[in-house]
């Protein structure tokens, strides 16, 4: 067993940027034009950027005896899973209707293997980390306070690891997300963590994951229950090439969204011409289908890892949620911010417990399935269905300060100061959102709404100080804009 040493896990965006972008065309492949320096010049040679992921052993906080252990493989379930597939909407799979093949093997196991599927499930937030600090800790984002990506998970906020290792639990989390850092908190309680390294592009897409977790799977006691995270990396931009021979998608170069002079920027300024407009959106939607059939490989591929483990005999729980969904073009925005529409909103979520079904509800939300892990059973009242975005500022795009909640057929969205409403039985794809909204409407979404603007204005003022500090000699005075 190797242990690791800390080491910064940035996304090192500007890396990724200079192998992908150069002046204002897309990169090689990527947009179907070659890249051409500007002039003469040469372009400098770039750092080469690390795949391999790394492994990180952590000192248990909480001591338990070998015979705590045996008697809570006994108790079972002796396997304990969540798998987190990444950027996954749900009216994109087949297993949810979707025209195209990209589902097949979560299609099989709900038809094989007992898999209850929701598809019908709301994100609570447009980001990674508020969405996994919900799935760890049972709480919505206004209620545990992380609304950033770049925040810390409170130091009294138990997660799951945690609960699990107390247990008698053997926890390990093989995290494809470079973004889900060490600093961020959502590492504790696991007893080893395999993590991506800083880059868009690593080992731990594609086959890599089930591999990497059926390397330390092998290294795990048989006489002890398991607790396992495995989040799937491959439907995150960029995303890659179609090779030839998929009978269902045109072959074509990967795509990339990322970056301050990427195409993807003309998409949503609505500076790209009609014709471009429409190809690119193709693209887009090609490039991310294909993405969802790889990571539905490997979400079956790491379910057969689990079903494998010696103690799954003592009974196997394994819940599959999503972190968001992701904009295709819809309302003009792409990845997964914008604002809080459906197809960034609306996920998927799937159940297993080998002890009985559990019927799950529609508009089940990130918090709910870590008492589904925990006890197998949901909360007695689910609370209200709320959503939650964030503007990033220049990194993001098109991003802005957003709430969004779900009442029964009707959904109110706030953003960019005013409030909009959308009938989900005439308009199920909130294509036609409408400002004329009553009284009620407003007083409805009212207390989520100042909820929201005093945890990101404590969010901001937080991200601000550890980003800049005090300057040396002068104080500093921070103002926060009002959303």
Known sequence: MRRATMVGLGLAIPVVVMLLVVGRKAPPGAYGDPVRPHGRAQRAPVKEVPTEPRIVDQQAVVEVSDEARAQALVEGPGVVALIVTESTRA????????????????????????????????????????????????????????????????????????????????????????????????????????????????????????????????????????????????????????????????????????????PSRRFVTGKMPPKDRKDYQARMTDTYDHALSIQDASLVAVWEALEALPQAEHGLRVAVASTHGEHVGDHGAVRHFGAPWRSVLQVPFAFHDSEGTVELPARLQQHHVHDLLIDGELPGDPGPVVSVSLSMGGNAGHTMDAVALRDGTRKLVWFEGGVRTVDLQADPFERSPVSDVTNEDRKALEPFVLRFQAVAAEARSGAEQLATGPKPGKGRKGKQKRP
């Open 91 to 262: 009216d994109h799979l087949s297993a949810c209707g979707y025209g195209r093949p990209t589902s097949p093997g979560l299609e099989r196991l709900v038809a094989e293997e007992g898999l209850t599927l929701q598809c019908d499930g709301v994100s609570v937030s447009t980001g990674v980390v508020p969405s996994m600090v919900s799935l760890f800790s049972g709480r919505p984002p206004l209620a545990h306070g992380v609304v950033l990506e770049n925040q810390v998970v409170p130091g009294d906020t138990p997660l799951l690891a945690e609960t699990f290792q107390a247990r008698g639990y053997q926890t390990l989390f093989v995290n494809g997300h470079p973004g889900v850092r060490q600093e961020s908190g959502l590492w504790r309680g696991f007893d080893r963590v395999v993590a991506a390294p800083p880059a868009l592009q690593h080992d731990l897409r594609a086959d890599g994951t089930a591999k990497a977790l059926r390397e330390q799977l092998g290294e795990a006691r048989p006489d002890a229950p398991v607790f396992v995270v495995v989040h799937l990396f491959d439907a995150h931009d960029p995303y890659p090439k179609v090779p030839q021979g998929v009978d269902w998608v045109p072959p074509q170069s990967g795509l990339a969204l990322h970056g301050a002079m990427n």
